[in-house]
């Protein structure tokens, strides 16, 4: 059969299409939530060949309101993660075995619908099933997933081609092989971009996959996988459950056949697959691979020279975009005594200023938050947070879950920079500030420091580069991706490959080489042209 070293279409960042009014993607959007909301889907889940619709159902609402059906998933048991794995297990070695060019030629495929035809219908999914604005959906579910694919594609060809040296009479090589057994995906509902690059960067290296969504994401979840099919994702290399957390992890982390996750979540359920896997590990065929994204305390460190409109456009986007519910999102702030009651009055009008309503209204900036345990979670923050003597609420502070689960975008200003909205991840619309000495900059560094256990995001906005070098280096462990005069998220894959440490996870760096490295595992061959027929050296002869 024909052979080459094969070259693949160097990666580009998707743009982002503005969705501005008279736009012919704005009304291609409108159309298909239209569409969307005019029916209810019965939602399988995919097993090896077969949808498997097991009866039970559960039902899926959007966030912002909560009355309207869209769709009824199937939820699976035990049995069901068996069957997965057996599927999984069933396809690897046709899978492995298949040329690299073809299983790239599938994801590359992939990202090609979801730029073209696939492209608002899973914006759409995203908009009405986890409740994002167009722009928000847009730079997730659209372009970020887009390039995840794209990228990791190319990142996978740098892979193969990193090859050792050889001495003469010697050819050495490296093959980058799958690892053995069953890889597991287990993803959030906030990212739908995140939801399609776990699995399918572990299916890119060769690996099957067994991929158990957030429940508040499958509606997303469900396109994805049809764009996979329509792309050719042969049956069996990645199998999508709705099972319970505990349930899948019983079946998956007692299998002899276990070779790696790859989680984003919450740090205690992480924390919690970490013990057991280690527990189990006498089970194993082989070491499994464990690599997590979990939570964050991200920070944004102002200096007394920063501009305090920059600073207030930072935090007014950098906190509530998504209603908060990002692990990049800002949740804690520092800000000088010199620059708080400017900052203050610039952030007080961006809030008063921001719409809050349904996706469906492209005029609404703040949308719900996920569902009620959410809503409840944060609302108990809040109400904690007024009965604080230390604790004043600058704007925002009310909810109502009547129609949808909306909590309005809040800041809380504190005179504890221990307090608990200062220390805990609340995952929601929820901004705490600490207003610092002007002159105490560099111990108000070493606060923000040692204040939370989480490492993800944060930020230093300053006018003074000595400034930006010193929190550079004083905050060098507090914070995977850093950013100078910028609010803390956004990351774009193949620029800012995301990814923190200490309690936020392993930095494994998702939209990096690096993350696809963990689900190969390497093998060293050496070749001699010409082997020794003598067992003598040249030291053994007499003189």
């Not at 007394?304 to 998504?322: C, D, I, Q």
């Not at 703040?366 to 809040?382: H, L, P, Q, T």
Request: with cysteine.
């Amino acid at each position: 059969m024909p052979k080459g070293f094969f070259s693949v279409p160097y990666p580009k960042n998707e743009p982002v299409l503005s969705y501005a009014p008279g736009t012919k993607e704005r009304a291609a959007l409108k159309k298909a939530l239209a569409d969307a909301r005019a029916k209810v889907l019965d939602i399988p889940m995919y097993i090896g060949s077969e949808e498997v619709r097991t009866g039970n159902t559960k039902t899926i609402t959007p966030p912002h309101d909560h009355k309207h059906v869209l769709a009824h998933f199937h939820e699976g048991d035990s049995s069901h993660v068996e069957q997965a794995i057996n599927a999984a297990l069933g396809a690897k070695a046709a899978w492995a075995d298949l040329s690299w060019e073809h299983r790239a030629a599938i994801f590359l495929k992939a990202a090609d619908l979801l730029a073209g035809p696939y492209r608002y219908a899973i914006n759409a999914a995203t908009m009405l099933g986890q409740s994002k604005s167009p722009y928000q959906a847009e730079i997730d579910s659209a372009c970020e997933l887009i390039d995840f694919l794209r990228f990791n594609v190319y990142f996978m060809t740098q892979i193969y081609q990193e090859q050792p040296e050889s001495s003469p009479g010697v050819w050495n090589r490296s093959e980058y092989r799958p690892l053995e057994g069953f890889t597991f995906a287990v993803t959030p509902f906030n990212f739908t971009a995140i939801a399609g690059n776990l699995p399918t960067c572990m299916a890119l290296m060769g690996n099957t996959v067994v991929w158990k969504p957030a429940n508040t994401q499958v509606y997303a979840a469900n396109v994805i996988m049809q764009v996979l099919k329509a792309a050719g994702l042969p049956d069996g290399v990645i199998n999508l459950i709705y099972v319970d957390g505990p349930t899948a992890g019983d079946v998956v982390f007692n299998h002899p056949d276990f070779a790696g996750i790859h989680f984003t979540g919450s740090t205690k359920v992480f924390q919690n697959m970490w013990r057991t896997i280690g527990t189990n590990i006498h089970r194993y065929k082989t070491y499994p691979r464990i690599v997590g994204e979990t939570g964050g305390k991200d920070f944004v460190m102002v200096h007394k020279s920063a501009n305090p409109k920059e600073v207030a456009v930072a935090l007014s986007r950098g906190a509530f975009e998504y209603q908060g519910q990002k692990c990049s999102a800002a949740s804690r702030a520092y800000i000088p005594s010199n620059l708080w009651d400017e900052v203050k009055k610039y952030l007080v009008e961006d809030l008063k200023d921001f719409k809050m309503g349904g996706t469906e209204d492209f005029g609404n900036f703040i949308n719900a938050v996920i569902d009620e345990k959410a809503f409840d979670s944060i609302a108990g923050y809040i109400e904690k947070a007024k009965q604080n003597p230390m604790n004043t609420i600058v704007a925002g502070g009310k909810v109502d879950k009547s129609k949808g689960y909306f909590v309005e975008p809040t800041v809380i200003e504190t005179k504890d920079p221990s307090s608990v909205t200062m220390c805990e991840e609340i995952f929601g619309p929820v901004l705490t500030i600490y207003v610092y000495h002007a002159e105490n900059f560099e111990d108000t560094l070493e606060l923000v420091d040692r204040t939370s256990p989480y490492a993800l995001t944060g930020s230093i906005i300053s006018g003074d580069r000595y400034a930006i070098e010193l929190a550079t280096k004083k905050l060098s462990n507090a914070a995977g991706n850093f950013y100078i005069n910028d609010k803390p998220t956004g990351a774009v894959v193949g620029q800012q490959p995301f990814g923190g440490a200490r309690a936020s996870g392993t930095n494994d760096k998702a939209g990096a080489k690096m993350n696809l490295m963990r689900w190969v595992s390497a093998r060293s061959i050496k070749e001699t042209f010409v082997p020794p027929v003598d067992y003598k050296y040249p030291f053994l002869d007499k003189e």
